[in-house]
Nanobody
Framework: QVQLVESGGGLVQAGGSLRLSCAASGRTLSTRTMGWFRQAPGKDRDFVGMIRWSGGSAYYADSVKGRFTISRDNAKNTVYLEMNSLKPEDTAVYYC?????????????????WGQGTQVTVSS
């Protein structure tokens, strides 16, 4: 089993920044890809971005490209989501997820483990 714990959410004004963290524990060596997703009230869970523990570039949804940055600290088993130029439409519960595959892509169904989520609210 893999446990994921997100932190860093909160309330921020439009144009502001937040950094989310996702700490992984347990059988982390079984994971290959870490993803970030978000879910606004009444909407589906949407892909935000992903990164592989092994290295390489992160990938992002078009809606956040250029504003959000995903990074990782393998020594700490932690993944980060740096969010800049936040907009009210970024308001959602943000989840991190882990997959045992290096090719999980943007589909939530391909991720095996999920954190509890952290609320991000962007005021206008």
């Amino acid at each position: 089993q893999v446990q994921l714990v997100e932190s860093g959410g909160g309330l921020v004004q439009a144009g502001g920044s937040l950094r989310l963290s996702c700490a992984a524990s347990g059988r982390t060596l079984s994971t290959r890809t870490m993803g970030w997703f978000r879910q606004a009230p009444g909407k589906d869970r949407d892909f935000v971005g992903m990164i592989r523990w092994s290295g390489g570039s992160a990938y992002y949804a078009d809606s956040v490209k250029g504003r959000f940055t995903i990074s990782r600290d393998n020594a700490k088993n932690t993944v980060y989501l740096e969010m800049n130029s936040l907009k009210p439409e970024d308001t959602a519960v943000y989840y991190c997820a882990a997959s045992g595959s290096s090719y999980s892509g943007s589909s939530a169904a391909n991720y095996d483990y999920w954190g509890q989520g952290t609320q991000v609210t962007v005021s206008s």
